[in-house]
């Protein structure tokens, strides 16, 4: 496993991304990762707060838009984060705080996915969240916040 | 004349308070402010989207009742950024694209007020389903990329322009 970590981190994709003397390289690509953590996060949020009650005047129905941006958010999220990992794959790869990432961003994409299920999979959505979406509404909200944390952390955590 | 006040403001007692705490202060600023990036970025990026015609059939004065979590977002990226700037001052005075965030900075805020003070009541009155007016598709295009130029300068910041005002 480690043998095979360091092969993809020496790999030249690998030190194309970590140290091309361009700013397209690694900084580019940390940079769209930020951009498609917003593009996750942000329209996810806001879905989340609007079933906990705030904004009640906005029908939920008109969120449904949100779960495509949602998606291209994570298309670019999972290839800039598969070239990160590339680039530091020996260095980052077997970081306890790396598997709490990937950890939180699982179990928030099965989240989202039955919170769609459970809200926009019958026709119209409703615009009172029943208790069930509200749970997973909180659960979103927190495991979004993990993901972030644990994220952040990695640059941390030794 | 920045890096004069910088090289100051690293001396003040709420500096080095800071500089002292840094272990625990700084990873958690950082990952509120990533946290407040999305929040502001998810509510600011809705109502902009609803400028330019997305979302027809909900009143505007209606997307903007989530203004309020933008709001947050940005106090939290406001208070946390400035933590950031009074610990390590010539960091970010040194450094031309942190300015550059600013100037960004400075045109969503300059935009997001001229939407307000010059369109706000069109903006209110207008009704729903209705196509809005080129004015305020402008103004929705304008806060999108000038948010986006913040992020982009923000994350750029270590890779491009560090260094110049380094070892003060």
């Known amino acids: 496993m480690e043998q095979f970590l360091l092969q993809l981190q020496e ?6 991304v970590s140290s091309a003397p361009t700013l397209l390289a690694y900084p580019t690509i940390l940079m769209l990762h930020t951009v498609g953590l917003a593009m996750i996060v942000g329209p996810a949020w806001v879905l989340d707060v609007r079933l906990l009650g705030y904004g009640a005047r906005l029908p939920v129905e008109a969120l449904r838009g ?15 984060g ?14 306890w705080i790396f598997w709490v990432k990937l950890a939180s961003i699982a ?11 459970a809200v ?23 495991l979004w916040f993990a993901a972030i944390t644990a994220g952040r952390l990695m640059a941390y955590v030794k | 004349m920045f890096l004069g006040f910088a090289s100051w403001l690293h001396k003040t007692p709420i500096s080095v ?81 942190w300015w550059l965030k600013v100037t960004f900075l400075i045109i969503a805020g300059l935009n997001a007020f ?8 069109r903006a209110a009155a207008l009704p729903a389903g209705e196509d809005t007016p080129t004015a305020l598709k402008i103004i929705a295009g304008v806060s999108l990329i000038s948010w986006a130029g913040v992020l982009w300068a923000g994350r750029m910041l270590p890779f491009l322009g560090a260094g110049v005002g380094a070892g003060l």
Not at chain 1, 68 to 77: A, D, L, V
Not at chain 2, 32 to 39: D, I, Q
Not at chain 2, 40 to 60: C, E
Not at chain 2, 114 to 121: L, P, Q, V
């Open chain 1, 66 to 80: 949100a779960f495509r941006i949602m998606w291209i958010g994570f298309f670019i999220n999972a290839s800039t």
């Open chain 2, 17 to 97: 308070a800071f500089q002292h705490q840094v272990a625990w202060l700084w990873p958690t600023c950082e990952t509120l402010h990533f946290a407040g990036l999305a929040l502001l970025l998810g509510v600011a990026g809705m109502f902009d989207l609803r400028l330019l015609g997305f979302m027809k059939r909900v009143p505007i004065s209606v997307v903007k009742d989530f203004m309020p979590w933008a709001l947050v977002g940005f106090s939290l990226n406001l208070l946390t950024g400035v933590i950031f700037v009074v610990s390590e001052p010539a960091q970010y005075f040194g450094n031309p694209t």
């Open chain 1, 120 to 142: 926009f999979g019958g026709g119209i959505a409703a615009d009172v969240a029943t208790p069930r979406a509200r749970s997973l509404a909180k659960a979103s909200l927190l």
């Open chain 1, 11 to 16: 790999s030249n994709f690998g030190v194309w």
């Open chain 2, 114 to 121: 001229i939407f307000e003070t010059a369109y706000g009541r």
């Open chain 1, 107 to 117: 179990l928030a994409l099965i989240v989202t996915s039955r919170l769609r299920r």
């Open chain 1, 82 to 95: 598969i070239a990160l990992f590339i680039s530091e794959a020996d260095d980052k790869g077997m970081k």
